[in-house]
C-alpha cells in the first residue's frame, strides 16, 4: 500500500523527448501527485505536480515550456511529459504522492509520504 512504482526513463540526446509513468495504488486515487529529481551531486528538486483531479498544475521554472504532467485516475497513472530534453535535466526521477498538501506551489519534498524507487533518466550533449 502507497507503493509508487516510475518507468520510462534513459537515455537520450539533448533535444530529444521522454514520457515518464508512474504507477500508484487505487488508495492514492485522490491525493496530489508529483515528480521531483535528483541531479547527481544535488538535492532533490521539484519538476511537477497536479490535484487529483487534474484541475491544477505546477511547474519548476527550469522545465516550464517543456514538461508536460498529467494523470489517469482510471488507469491509476500519472505521466510526465519532457520534450526538448537539456543536459542538465539529468537525475534520477522519483514520483510522490501527499495526502496534504497547504502550500502553493506544492514544491516541497517533504510534504510527500509517498515515493516511488526512482528512473534515470541521462540526457546526452
Known amino acids: 500500500q502507497g507503493q509508487l512504482v516510475e518507468s520510462g526513463g534513459g537515455l537520450v540526446q539533448a533535444g530529444g523527448s521522454l514520457r515518464l509513468s508512474c504507477a500508484y495504488p487505487?488508495?492514492?486515487?485522490?491525493?496530489?501527485q508529483a515528480w521531483f529529481r535528483q541531479p547527481p551531486g544535488k538535492e532533490r528538486e521539484f519538476v511537477a505536480a497536479i490535484t487529483w483531479k487534474g484541475g491544477s498544475k505546477w511547474y519548476a521554472n527550469s522545465v516550464k515550456g517543456r514538461a508536460t504532467i498529467s494523470r489517469d485516475n482510471n488507469k491509476n497513472m500519472v505521466l510526465l511529459q519532457m520534450n526538448n530534453l537539456k543536459p542538465e535535466d539529468t537525475a534520477v526521477y522519483y514520483c510522490a504522492a501527499a495526502s496534504i498538501v497547504s502550500r502553493s506551489p506544492p514544491d516541497i519534498a517533504n510534504d510527500y509520504e509517498y515515493w516511488g524507487q526512482g528512473t534515470q533518466v541521462t540526457v546526452s550533449s
Open positions: 487505487a488508495s492514492l486515487f485522490n491525493v496530489m
